[in-house]
Structures are given as C-alpha cells and as structure tokens.
C-alpha cells in the first residue's frame, strides 16, 4: 500500500524554525521526485519546493529560497524520506504542507502519490 506521511508541523513564531517530515513508503520509488506544497485558507495549492530522485537538483518558490532547504534523508527506493527544513518563518507561510510523489517539477498535475498534509502556523 502507497503512503506518504507527513511530520513536524506545528505552532511558531515568526523567525522561528520548522523541520517537516515526508516518508514515502509501499512501492519502488526510484525516478520519482517529492514535491513539497501548501495550501492556505482561501487559497489554491501553490508548490513550494521539488528534489528528483537523485537529490542533486532541487527547486523552490521565489517567496522561500534561502530560507527553506528542501534534501533527501534517505537512499533506499523503498522508503524514501525527505526533509523539508523551514527556518526564518513568517505569518505568511502559515498553510497546510503536503508532500507528494512523482515527476520532478513545479505542476501539481505531475505529482500522484499524495500524503494527507501537516499544518504549520507561524504567529506574529
């Protein structure tokens, strides 16, 4: 059975730090990519951050970089864990995280294994 499961979410201040959590399990996941996305109240899903299977090219959204990393905590095909470090957190970046499972890119479309999500609330 194909789960993605999301950790780590929570309650911060601003400026303060998170570090999520995806373990991807139940199938061979060798050429998938993980892709990191949120949803805010009233808001379309937006991506976030993206790494392929090697764990050598990642992406992220222009509101993000240089304050979320996005790195492969695992090489096994099986079980493939990702880490999604958040750090310099504002009230903006409150949302639901998801991950998922699929073509390496931006499009929601080319994701299709999906984890039902971890709420982050960053106070200011």
């Known amino acids: 059975q194909v789960r993605l499961v999301e950790s780590g979410g929570g309650l911060v201040q601003a400026g303060g730090s998170l570090r999520l959590s995806c373990a991807a399990s139940?199938?061979?996941?060798?050429?998938?990519?993980i892709g990191w996305f949120r949803q805010a109240p009233g808001k379309e899903r937006e991506f976030v951050a993206a790494?392929?299977?090697?764990?050598?090219?990642?992406?992220?959204?222009d509101s993000v970089k240089g304050r979320f990393t996005i790195s492969r905590a695992d090489s096994k095909s099986t079980v493939y864990l990702v880490d999604l470090q958040m750090n310099s957190l504002k009230p903006e970046d409150t949302a639901v995280y998801s991950c998922?499972?699929?073509?390496?890119?931006?499009?929601?479309?080319?994701?299709?294994?999906w984890g039902q999500g971890t709420q982050v609330t960053v106070s200011s």
């Open positions: 790494i392929d299977w090697s764990g050598n090219v990642t992406s992220y959204i």
């Open positions: 998922a499972a699929g073509s390496y890119g931006l499009q929601v479309s080319g994701y299709k294994y």
């Open positions: 139940g199938r061979d996941w060798s050429g998938y990519g």
